[in-house]
T-cell receptor, first 111, second 114 residues
Framework: QKEVEQDPGPLSVPEGAIVSLNCTYS??????FMWYRQYSRKGPELLMY????GNKEDGRFTAQVDKSSKYISLFIRDSQPSDSATYLC???????????FGAGTRLAVHP | NAGVMQNPRHLVRRRGQEARLRCSPM?????VYWYRQLPEEGLKFMVY????????ESGMPKERFSAEFPKEGPSILRIQQVVRGDSAAYFC????????????FGPGTRLLVL
């Protein structure tokens, strides 16, 4: 079993749709749950992160963590064509540690 | 406030040559991580370095790959005797090293081995 499993997509939605991106993980030691966005041929850009269980909202983006089921979600409201990218989840145990990435979900938002 | 810098952005090598990839961390950051992204695959951790120290190299291939982060200058990822399977995007990330360990990524170096 991989440490982090992520739906690979691709996911294609119309502009304005609500998007749900999901990951599952296996390591109970993970405490931080990072979401990175990667545009084509660019480096990953930190979008947001949460600590432990719960929700965190930042503009149109909401990150949600359920540690009991080891399930991570990122919701995008009112999706825009500029949101078209690959979204990478990366649970993290904190401190001086490597990130373990999911495979990434490729999202396309069409006008 | 300059971000993580990587050069070259693109590198073409023939089989058997050496590749040197450079990474300058963000200002104020003293920890560097290298990741590799193979075509159609996710990012995989390779090595974690602090100044003059390799902390975790559990993701580095056993042969031909080495990394350093000298007291002065950028971090270097070195691949000797490259093979076609080394073709990938190599990303460097840096963090402060003060306990707040959010990692910020550079634009990557795309290595193509002919």
């Amino acid at each position: 079993q991989k440490e982090v499993e992520q739906d690979p997509g691709p996911l294609s939605v119309p502009e304005g749709a609500i998007v749900s991106l999901n990951c599952t993980y296996s390591n109970s030691a993970f405490q931080y749950f990072m979401w990175y966005r990667q545009y084509s041929r660019k480096g990953p850009e930190l979008l947001m992160y949460t600590y432990s269980s719960g929700n965190k909202e930042d503009g149109r983006f909401t990150a949600q963590v359920d540690k009991s089921s080891k399930y991570i979600s990122l919701f995008i409201r009112d999706s825009q064509p500029s949101d078209s990218a690959t979204y990478l989840c990366a649970p993290f145990s904190g401190g001086y540690n490597k990130l373990i990435f999911g495979a990434g979900t490729r999202l396309a938002v069409h006008p | 406030n300059a971000g993580v810098m990587q050069n070259p952005r693109h590198l073409v090598r023939r089989r058997g040559q050496e590749a040197r990839l450079r990474c300058s961390p963000m200002k104020g950051h003293s920890h560097v991580y290298w990741y590799r992204q193979l075509p159609e695959e996710g990012l995989k951790f390779m090595v974690y370095l602090q100044k003059e120290n390799i902390i975790d190299e559990s993701g580095m291939p056993k042969e031909r790959f080495s990394a350093e982060f000298p007291k002065e200058g950028p971090s270097i990822l070195r691949i000797q005797q490259v093979v076609r399977g080394d073709s990938a995007a190599y990303f460097c990330a840096s963090s402060r090293g003060t306990g707040e360990e959010t990692q910020y990524f550079g634009p990557g170096t795309r290595l193509l081995v002919l």
